[in-house]
Nanobody
Framework: QVQLVESGGGLVQAGGSLRLSCAAS????????MGWFRQAPGKEREFVAR????????YYGDSVKGRFTISRDNAKNTVYLQMNSLKPGDTAVYYC???????????????WGQGTQVTVSS
């Protein structure tokens, strides 16, 4: 079992930055692939980024490439999402997830956090 708690969301102006954190608990956390997804009102949940258990392999959704950076600190059981050059289109609830295989598909992630709201004003 892995429990995930996101934090760091908030209101920011377009062009600004935010750093999301996802604190994980559970003995096997470090062996999971960690991902970030987001869901805007009226839209489906969308893949944002994922990171391998070692931190060596990163993958991003097309809409955030070059602006967002995912990282993890297994000693602290925490995954981060650094978001730069934010746009109003990035407004969504951001979810942290843990899964056993590298994937951008929701169903491949077994554990989810409760989400944190990010709002980008124009």
């Amino acid at each position: 079992q892995v429990q995930l708690v996101e934090s760091g969301g908030g209101l920011v102006q377009a062009g600004g930055s935010l750093r999301l954190s996802c604190a994980a608990s559970g003995r096997t956390y470090s062996r999971y692939i960690m991902g970030w997804f987001r869901q805007a009102p009226g839209k489906e949940r969308e893949f944002v980024a994922r990171i391998s258990w070692s931190g060596d392999f990163l993958y991003y959704g097309d809409s955030v490439k070059g602006r967002f950076t995912i990282s993890r600190d297994n000693a602290k059981n925490t995954v981060y999402l650094q978001m730069n050059s934010l746009k109003p289109g990035d407004t969504a609830v951001y979810y942290c997830a843990a899964g056993g295989r590298p994937s951008a598909t929701i169903r491949d992630y077994d554990y989810w956090g409760q989400g944190t709201q990010v709002t980008v004003s124009s």
